[in-house]
């Protein structure tokens, strides 16, 4: 048995608790984890809330992230006492994931913990901040450099857009933050923010076509304001998507990929393959900060999971969550 949160769906309807598990609920897999530390992200607060059907198999123990240390293993990559990383794959959604002190996942969808981190320093980063370095990779190899111009940000305060801002800054790019808390607006020129748009400046909807202004765009948003950016990036620049906060739909036109020759990356950091995951961590720890990346870290036990989540998605929520999985 070991502690984890656990979601079920049955005739009384959809609940997600904190209990004991018995280790039968996990899932087929060659490699077994005692989870250190887990994370809190928006799709993990779809999942235990509810709001969205995130979850596809029940039980389920959520959570999309986790590290942790290896203490079983048929795969001959990882062996007892290794220190990994998982991130996506469909954990937490129709695998078993990290929300509790015991895992077990193929041996394939894991990362060695890279050096430059601690496990807890590696979940304050998540599929957030592991997303975020994804995004900044798009950008990169499009060709986008500091002197081409301003980079937008949208859902600055959230964690992707914490974690991308705090990026680009140290990259040398100049930095232009969307949030809708101007109150967070020290905060986010302490990450690097060159400055602060409201986001109602793009949250509306607005012309199919723009005064040019961003050289690249990190857009966690969707909806009217991934619409509205695309619709004022600048020539021959691009925006790399990534999340849906205000919404999955996409109101705009082909103005912008036409008459601009805008470039629209979708980043996916759910399957992306094992090269590419070990850039990004590798990225993360040349590039990411560590004292910025503790100045957007709040630190949660087990049991404080599930109330943090409603949080998190009624917008309370500012940078990272990291879950101690043993308190």
């Known amino acids: 048995m070991f502690k984890g949160i656990l979601i079920t769906k049955d005739e009384a309807g959809y609940k997600a608790q904190l209990q004991q598990i018995d280790e039968a609920v996990l899932p087929e897999g060659d490699v077994t984890v005692r989870v250190e530390w887990s994370t809190l992200n928006y799709k993990d607060g779809l999942a235990i809330t509810g709001k969205a059907p995130v979850v596809r198999r029940f039980p389920m123990v959520p959570g999309i992230d986790f590290a942790g240390t290896v203490t079983a293993s048929a795969n001959p990559a990882w062996t007892a006492g290794d ?19 015991m895992a077990r996942v193929k041996g394939d969808w894991l990362v060695a913990l890279p050096a430059a981190f601690t496990a807890r320093q590696a979940m304050a980063i998540g599929t957030a901040g592991y997303t975020a370095m994804l995004c900044v990779l798009a950008l990169e190899k499009h060709g986008i450099k500091p002197a081409d111009g301003e980079i937008l940000v949208t859902g600055a305060n959230g964690g992707v857009g914490s974690v991308a ?21 020290a905060h986010l020129k302490a990450l690097g923010a060159a400055d ?13 076509i723009g005064k040019e202004r961003w050289a690249g765009v990190v857009d966690a948003v969707g909806s009217h304001t991934l619409a509205n950016a695309c ?20 109101p705009a036109t082909v103005a912008p990929f036409i008459l601009r020759g805008v470039t629209l990356y979708g980043i996916d950091s759910v399957m992306a393959p094992l090269a590419v995951r070990q850039e990004a ?32 998605l009624e917008g309370k929520v500012r940078g990272r969550v990291v879950v101690d999985v043993n308190r």
């Not at 220190?83 to 994931?97: A, D, M, P, S, Y």
């Not at 620049?237 to 205000?246: D, I, K, T």
């Open 196 to 208: 602060i748009i409201d986001r109602n400046e793009l949250s509306l909807p607005g012309k199919p």
């Open 83 to 101: 220190k990994v990383v998982l991130n996506g794959w469909g954990v937490g959604e129709t695998h078993c994931g990290g929300l509790a002190q």
């Open 281 to 312: 961590w590798t990225r993360l720890g040349r590039d990411l900060e560590i004292a910025k990346l503790e100045s957007i870290t709040r630190e949660i036990g087990l049991g404080e999971a599930i109330a943090v989540a409603a949080d998190l």
């Open 165 to 185: 801002i705090a990026l680009l800054a140290k990259l040398g790019y100049t930095v232009v933050a969307s949030t809708g808390r101007p109150a967070e607006a």
């Open 231 to 250: 619709a004022t990036t600048r020539y021959r620049g691009a925006v790399a998507a990534c999340g849906l906060a205000q919404g999955m739909d996409f």
